[in-house]
């Protein structure tokens, strides 16, 4: 994955807000996942079609951090999306 890979969800999860976190229940497997902050941002990204370094820069408009760091971190988190094949 690169800054120029393009990020679609896979399957449709349920995903609820709660308190500022979102819970996501994958009844595939019967788990359940919690997102908070920088993780909720990404998730409402993701809703739509959107490029890897589309996502650094829009976080970076936001939040006080280096784009290296940025980087790593984004691609981190949709990793382990990918590898729980929520996303392409």
Same mark, same amino acid.
């Given at each position: 994955?690169?800054?120029? !890979? ?10 609820? $807000?709660? !308190? ?20 909720? $941002?990404?998730? $409402? ?27 790593? !971190?984004?691609? $981190?988190?949709? !990793? ?9």
């Amino acid at each position: 994955m690169d800054l120029n !890979s393009v990020i679609k969800l896979k399957r449709d999860i349920s995903v609820t $807000d709660l !308190s500022g976190e979102k819970v996501m229940i994958d009844f595939e497997t019967g788990k359940y996942y919690m997102l908070k902050g920088v993780g909720n $941002d990404i998730w $409402d990204m993701i809703q739509t079609e959107i490029s890897v370094g589309d996502i650094v820069e829009k976080l970076l408009e936001e939040y006080d951090v280096t784009r290296e760091v940025c980087t790593a !971190s984004v691609i $981190d988190f949709l !990793s382990k999306l990918k590898e729980r094949e929520f996303i392409a």
